[in-house]
């Protein structure tokens, strides 16, 4: 006779956990022994083939039970993964996530709580609180410094991260605006795909492009183009490119911005991991400038997917979002005293992703994570003076933060698009690629792991150079 299947949460739910935990564990190790690398070898088509057979058939009449179907597709899709703890998995911003993260997260599944209303998640509603208060004093300080201030503390909302931020620092900026034109968005050459996208899905006017002929937007052509613009403006700059990891101008964009009246948001989704660096916050000087931030702690925070951030500096931007669902959060309820969560997000349900970046910012404080973030700057230091003492090699330029921009001396374009592939095919080494803005193609290297060293990257160059000679 059929049982029903147990529960996770519930005080019997880690009776039923622990063995299954077991399972899971064992079929993380057993998937990265097969694989025996950074990527499955082969390519896409010999990895989806493996995955087919693995995973057998997928809904079948009669189950197969829970230790069978864990082990089976979780040993398939580790065997199969692209694994950003191994020391030559390099390509994006791509984080290996701590294990106290990790397990964190395993609680908020377990839990389940829905952040869309208080009486789904009354712990987990407040610890939101806690954590983005905190995060919105990290980027913009207390209130003028004075603790007897009566202005509102800036405000931050919890993403999925740095395009789901972006877009609502777009949405922010059109709602806010009291203007019978529409909001011109600039963005600099340099900026991420989804500002352009943000201003499409929202039915803006096609972004205003600033040059960027160094990587960075230009102060001058920035000038410029704002003296020439009528309307409402909001000018986005960039903590930490997406190709390069380059910081634009801060302090001077936000004199442009003010001297022009123009709005400012920074997508800071890279870089913000500075903030927590005593050896390089500096680099976010003009950050609390900005009148919206965004931040991703799937990258220089060592998060599980997701863990975004918008930090907002004046808290009455926010209240744009405002919905009323009567399910929700009745007008009486919230005048009774539960918290309406409804207009702290565009989503209606949503994970407790707030509870694994709670426990990471508690278990390592300010100095652990600052430290995190220092070595992987210095990785990107090291790789780069291989690079540049290296004969065979040619350096885009000193990393700003994490990430290194190369390729061989000589190698045209094609040449380094079949590098990066034959590698990823070989499963040896995940490398990116990043076109600059004079259009030279050049292999990236986005170093987030802390745990890789010195002669990780010496392999890492010598695959390369092995691909270039053949």
């Known amino acids: ?73 979780v040993t398939a899709l580790t065997e199969g ?51 983005t208060a905190t995060l919105a004093r990290e980027v913009y300080g207390p209130v003028h410094g004075e603790a007897h201030s009566e202005e509102a503390p800036a405000d931050a909302l ?11 620092a777009v949405l922010l900026a059109r709602e806010t605006t ?24 929202l039915g803006l006017p096609d972004p205003l492009t600033v040059p960027a002929p160094t990587g960075t937007l230009d102060p001058a052509a920035l000038d410029e183009a704002l003296a020439d613009l009528p309307g409402p403006k909001l000018v986005t700059a960039t903590a930490g490119t997406t190709d390069a990891g380059l910081i634009d101008p801060l302090p001077e964009i936000a004199d442009i911005c003010e001297r022009h009246g123009a709005r400012l948001h920074i997508d800071a989704a890279y870089g913000a991991g500075l903030l927590l660096s005593a050896r390089h916050r500096a680099r976010l000087d003009g950050l609390a400038r900005a009148h919206t931030v965004t931040l991703d702690l799937h990258k220089l925070g060592w998060q599980p997917v997701a863990a975004g951030f918008l930090a907002v500096r004046d808290p009455a931007d926010v209240a ?62 090291h790789l780069a003076h291989l690079v540049d003492t290296h004969p065979g090699f040619e350096l885009y330029d000193t990393p700003t933060l994490s990430t290194v921009l190369f390729r061989p001396r000589g190698a045209d374009d094609t040449t380094i698009a079949d590098i990066r592939r034959g590698l990823l095919t070989e499963g040896r080494a995940v490398l990116g690629r990043a076109r600059t803005d004079d259009g030279t193609l050049w292999l990236k290297a986005t170093l987030l792991n802390p745990h890789t060293e010195p002669g990780d990257l010496t392999a890492l160059l010598k695959l390369v150079e092995g691909h270039t000679t053949r």
Do not use: F
């Open 1 to 73: 006779m059929s049982s029903t299947p147990p529960l996770a949460g519930g005080i019997q739910g880690p009776d039923a956990l622990r063995p299954l935990l077991t399972t899971v564990l064992d079929a993380l190790h057993e998937g990265a022994t097969r694989r025996g690398g950074p990527l499955p070898a082969g390519g896409p088509d010999a990895v989806a083939a493996r995955l087919r057979e693995q995973a057998g058939t997928v809904l079948p009449e009669q189950g197969t039970g829970a230790d069978d179907a864990l082990r089976t597709l």
């Open 81 to 131: 993964a692209a694994d950003p703890a191994d020391p030559l998995c390099a390509a994006h911003l791509h984080c290996p996530p701590l294990a106290v993260a990790t397990a964190a997260d395993l609680a908020a599944s377990a839990l389940n709580p829905s952040m869309d209303s208080w009486d789904q998640a009354p712990a987990a509603s407040a610890l939101e609180d806690l954590v």
């Open 158 to 168: 919890v993403t999925t991260g740095g395009t789901e931020a972006n877009q609502l």
């Open 178 to 201: 009291r203007h019978p034109e529409p909001v011109r968005l600039l963005v600099g050459a340099n900026a991420h795909h989804s500002l352009a996208r943000a201003a499409w899905l």
């Open 320 to 381: 744009a979002l405002t919905y009323q669902a009567d399910y929700l959060n009745a007008d009486d309820d919230t005048e009774a005293g539960l918290p309406d969560l409804l207009g702290r997000s565009l989503r209606t349900t949503r994970r407790p992703d707030i509870l694994k970046i709670a426990v990471t910012l508690k278990a390592l404080g300010r100095t652990g994570l600052g430290a995190l973030t220092d070595q992987v700057i210095d990785l990107a230091h």
